[in-house]
């Protein structure tokens, strides 16, 4: 009896995670939907599927490519969002593992710090940022890879610390025994444990950096660099008029990148973000 109830209570759960899944994934499909209609028939029935008279081929596609210089901005964005990223895991993991393994007041109170950087609101910090930004020229994609780690580093500091609490400090004074150094130590010990975790945070800072629009907007050189999230604001026209399936197109192509990267990557998300959270 016990087992037929258990039985029916996965059915239902399976059945209810497949529907809100279906929900999730439904606002991408009607993106994609829209982006081969013309921009009349998107205004009238956003939800229908394109006909004979509202469909337009690959027109958006290149409308909108040639009107924001999709490519350009494409180089931008994936430039600023895997050296941020890199920068990122290499920073958050050392100190980490130094906060872990140092274990006195100064690594407490850093710790405590970056437990605090994930609870401030940006809106508190944002117009001392865009000044702090001009004044130091930092209004560079190169630059803006200091500002994301300023921002992203709290997150992946607080899952690091809770995976290196679990790796045994027995292994990394043998290597020491052995001769290793502490850089090699770290790289060659420690960061091939920390897999799973790394990537999962890699995964969670690429999405959130590839999709930002607000730090590109406000810190960068729109004259020089557009990221895909500002650029695509300039299909915007004058007195509110949009060009939505230009716009739906862009949108299309801006996420294919990091829906493919996340579904690579995707088993370890679980794994490195639990180890983390539980042994932290």
């Not at 940022?129 to 300023?150: A, E, H, Q, R």
Request: with cysteine; hydrophobic share 55%.
């Amino acid at each position: 009896m016990n087992s037929n109830n258990t039985v029916k209570h996965s059915g239902f759960w399976s059945a209810f995670f497949a529907v809100l899944s279906l929900l999730w994934i439904f606002p991408i499909v009607l993106v994609f939907i829209n982006s081969f209609k013309q921009k009349a028939y998107i205004s009238e029935n956003a939800f229908s599927l394109p006909t004979s008279k509202s469909f337009v081929g690959l027109e958006n596609y290149t409308r909108g490519i040639e009107t924001t210089n999709l490519f350009t901005s494409f180089g931008w964005t994936f430039f600023i969002t895997v050296g941020a990223v890199t920068l990122i895991l290499l920073c958050t993991s050392m100190c980490a593992w130094w906060i872990v393994r140092v274990d006195n007041w100064v690594a407490k109170l850093l710790y405590t710090l970056f437990l605090f950087n994930m609870i401030v609101p940006f809106q508190m910090v944002m117009f001392t940022l865009s000044k702090f930004v001009d004044m130091l020229k930092l209004n560079t994609p190169w630059g803006l890879w200091f500002i994301y780690l300023g921002f992203g580093a709290g997150l992946a500091v607080f899952i690091f610390t809770g995976v290196i609490k679990g790796i045994p400090k027995s292994l990394e004074e043998s290597a020491m025994i052995d001769g290793a150094s502490v850089p090699r130590t770290f790289f060659q010990i420690v960061v091939p444990i920390m897999k799973p975790s790394i990537i999962s945070v890699a995964i969670l800072e690429a999405m959130w950096i590839w999709n930002d629009y607000l730090l590109p907007y406000l810190t960068l050189d729109i004259e020089k660099y557009k990221t895909i999230s500002v650029a695509v604001q300039y299909l915007k026209g004058g007195y509110g008029s949009i060009d939505m399936g230009s716009m739906m197109a862009c949108l299309v192509l801006a996420i294919i990148p990091i829906i493919i990267f996340y579904l690579a990557c995707q088993k370890y998300i679980v794994s490195g973000v639990m180890a983390g959270a539980v042994k932290g």
